[in-house]
């Protein structure tokens, strides 16, 4: 089965302290993970996606086949950075396929 | 360009009562979902159109959802003899139709059965 484990439901930081949001997963076969942040009063967005190996405001996230991990990683957390996070995977190559998701971090990045 | 948008925002019903939810996606977008989350959780998957039809409903909890999408743009959920268990904040998202397309998702519509 598809699954996404968040362990943590809330993460505190200290503001430049580093963050790192915890996302591991479970499915058999080649997944597209991706993390989805939404601030307060804002709809749900793609942050970032494993494939596009890109920094989207200075976070990054490396996908761990082997622990089957796609843990969330900024250096130097910032105030705007408080916000709710999610984890998600679809099935990769199968097409368009729904997002599985976690059940979210808030994180809060304290001034 | 404008993004997804659902109306209502909120609806308040009473048990027992029939809901519609409207989703109007980005324009252009062929693939539409529907997702639903409750308090403390992710967003659940629904159902997921390609065009008009229903590639995937086995999201649906049960027979009082149903949802359509006519013409292969606007889709609306439908609840049936909705239950307090139904109150939740409903999710519509869409993408271009590709393999691993972005999916953008909407504001969401908060749903209160009383």
């Known amino acids: 089965a598809q699954r996404v484990t968040q362990p943590e439901k809330l993460l505190s930081v200290f503001k430049g302290a580093p963050v790192e949001l915890k996302c591991n997963y479970s499915y058999s076969g080649s997944p597209e993970l991706f993390w989805y942040v939404q601030y307060s009063r804002q709809r749900l967005q793609l942050l970032l996606r494993h494939i596009s190996r890109e920094s989207i405001k200075g976070f990054t996230a490396d996908l761990n086949k082997g622990e089957t991990s796609f843990h969330l990683k900024k250096p130097f957390a910032q105030e705007e950075d408080s916000a709710m996070y999610y984890c998600?995977?679809?099935?990769?190559?199968?097409?368009?396929?729904?997002?599985?998701f976690g059940k979210g971090t808030r994180l809060s990045v304290i001034a | 360009g404008a993004g997804v948008s659902q109306t209502p925002s909120n609806k308040v019903t009473e048990k027992g009562k029939y809901v519609e939810l409207r989703c109007d996606p980005i324009s252009g977008h062929t693939a539409l979902y529907w997702y639903r989350q409750s308090l403390g959780q992710g967003p659940e998957f629904l159902i997921y159109f390609q065009g008009t039809g229903a590639a995937d409903d086995s999201g649906l909890p049960n027979d009082r959802f149903f949802a359509v999408r006519p013409e292969g743009s606007v889709s609306t959920l439908k609840i049936q003899r909705t239950e307090r268990g139904d109150s939740a904040v409903y999710l519509c998202?869409?993408?271009?139709?590709?393999?691993?397309?972005?999916?953008?998702f909407g504001p969401g519509t908060r749903l209160t059965v009383l």
């Open positions: 998202a869409s993408s271009r139709g590709g393999a691993g397309d972005t999916q953008y």
């Open positions: 998600a995977l679809s099935g990769g190559n199968s097409g368009n396929t729904p997002l599985v």
